[in-house]
T-cell receptor, first 114, second 114 residues
Framework: AQKVTQAQTEISVVEKEDVTLDCVYE???????LFWYKQPPSGELVFLIR??????QNEISGRYSWNFQKSTSSFNFTITASQVVDSAVYFC???????????FGSGTRLQVQP | NAGVTQTPKFQVLKTGQSMTLQCAQD?????MSWYRQDPGMGLRLIHY???????DQGEVPNGYNVSRSTTEDFPLRLLSAAPSQTSVYFC?????????????FGPGTRLLVL
């Protein structure tokens, strides 16, 4: 069975601090996909990144970076020099080849204070 | 492209009423799905479709019906609304093939059942 755990329910930081959002997953498949989505206060779900299980290269996109480690089944997300606009709920999600749907974690609410 | 669109944005129903949540996409995606989002639970799959004329159940299908007569549209019907169906509903779509694993979400429909 698939499972995604985001142990941090809520994180509060001050602007310009770095922050890491944790994601731990479980799957029996050897081929799977991991995602991060952002849900700002307006409510829509914004796709941030997809990572394939066979590609453990870390990725950086501007102030965002992702650390994928199969050995610990983790796919953590770091925001460098956080900004107020980063305030949102962030979801980690998993999809393996046996399922049509994404399995979502319960989300981490990030509040960036000015 | 408008992407994935959903109507209405907000709806209030009385217990026992029926209604249809509309979802449309203009990206020629084969795969479409409906999720519901409840506090602290991430998103859970209700129904999905891999193409016109083909639908299947997700994790929480009870009380909902779907049909897929065209590639573009995937409506979700509530047969007899119950307070437990108060939630935010998201429609998503994706390609099949190598890019199939990234799902793009509509803006959501917030439903309140009294």
């Amino acid at each position: 069975a698939q499972k995604v755990t985001q142990a941090q329910t809520e994180i509060s930081v001050v602007e310009k601090e770095d922050v890491t959002l944790d994601c731990v997953y479980e799957t029996r498949d050897t081929t799977y996909y991991l995602f991060w989505y952002k849900q700002p206060p307006s409510g829509e779900l914004v796709f941030l990144i997809r990572r394939n299980s066979f590609d453990e290269q870390n990725e950086i996109s501007g102030r965002y970076s992702w650390n994928f480690q199969k050995s610990t089944s983790s796919f953590n997300f770091t925001i460098t020099a956080s900004q107020v606009v980063d305030s949102a709920v962030y979801f980690c999600a998993l999809k393996d080849t046996g399922r049509r749907a994404l399995t979502f974690g319960s989300g981490t609410r990030l509040q960036v204070q000015p | 492209n408008a992407g994935v669109t959903q109507t209405p944005k907000f709806q209030v129903l009385k217990t026992g009423q029926s209604m249809t949540l509309q979802c449309a996409q203009d990206m020629n995606h084969e795969y479409m799905s409906w999720y519901r989002q409840d506090p602290g639970m991430g998103l859970r799959l209700i129904h999905y479709s891999v193409g016109a004329g083909i639908t299947d159940q997700g994790e929480v299908p009870n009380g909902y019906n779907v049909s897929r007569s065209t590639t573009e549209d995937f409506p979700l019907r509530l047969l007899s609304a119950a307070p437990s169906q108060t939630s935010v509903y998201f429609c998503a779509s994706s390609y099949r093939g190598q890019r199939q694993e990234t799902q793009y979400f509509g803006p959501g429909t917030r439903l309140l059942v009294l």
